[in-house]
């Protein structure tokens, strides 16, 4: 009777600590499960596992690290709601075969929803935020095309670094159409990351994030 009163403690306890708030956006609160289950994605997009990080500094820090990327994730939501973004059931149900098909078989899929605290409809509702929230995102980091003479510009102030993933070729116009190719990709590339930093920041800016102790 004792251990299973004790047994019922701990799964008591771990609800309780699941639904506590790590963070709260705009009032909004991010659960301690949420925060969770995306720092296990976070850590799989690394190609680390919780178990492999010793360092409990390091474990912390990349903790963080999630939590703060999932604020800007509840803040993009949020924005993509305020814009009307919709995502309908056909590019939700689209996005969840596609991860289903990438595990093998439905069988693989139902044990890693299962691990993760999911079910099918809360995948579903988990991937439509996702999905919305990428897309305000693109909308608003998206940047103008450089003109010629810009993509020019940094080729000649970046050329040695571009030099060393150009192709060799004895013809110097074909390097200098290379190096240009490069140096807009690179310039476009640059642009995007300054303007996705930027989003970020200003919807940081005009939000109240309140982080727990």
């Known amino acids: 009777m004792r251990v299973l009163l004790l047994c019922l403690l701990q799964v008591l306890a771990k609800a309780a600590w699941a639904d506590m708030p790590v963070a709260r956006v705009n009032g909004v609160e991010i659960e301690t499960m949420r925060l969770e289950r995306y720092f296990s994605e976070y850590l799989d997009a690394q190609g680390r596992a919780v178990a492999s990080i010793r360092n409990p500094n390091l474990y912390q820090r990349l903790r963080d690290q999630a939590l703060d990327e999932l604020i800007d994730k509840e803040l993009l939501w949020q924005e993509a709601q305020r814009r009307g973004i919709a995502v309908s059931d056909e590019q939700v149900s689209a996005h969840v075969g596609e991860v289903e098909a990438a595990l093998g078989s ?15 409809a809360q995948y579903n509702e ?10 305000v ?25 571009l030099q060393g ?12 159409e290379q190096g240009l190719a490069l140096a807009r990709a690179a310039l476009i590339g640059q642009r995007e990351a300054q303007a996705r930093q930027a989003v970020r920041q200003r919807l940081r800016a005009s939000a109240t994030v309140e982080i727990a102790n």
């Not at 988990?126 to 897309?135: I, K, N």
């Not at 998206?142 to 970046?158: G, K, L, T, W």
Request: proline residues 3%.
């Open 106 to 120: 439905p069988a693989i899929f139902e044990r890693r929803l299962a691990e993760a605290g999911f079910d099918r």
């Open 165 to 176: 993933v150009q192709q060799q070729s004895d013809d110097s116009s074909v390097i200098r």
């Open 137 to 161: 995102y693109a909308q608003l980091s998206a940047v103008a095309a450089p003109s010629q003479a810009e993509v020019e510009a940094f080729y000649d102030a970046n050329s040695r670094k």
């Open 126 to 135: 988990y991937t439509r935020r996702e999905l919305a929230a990428q897309q």
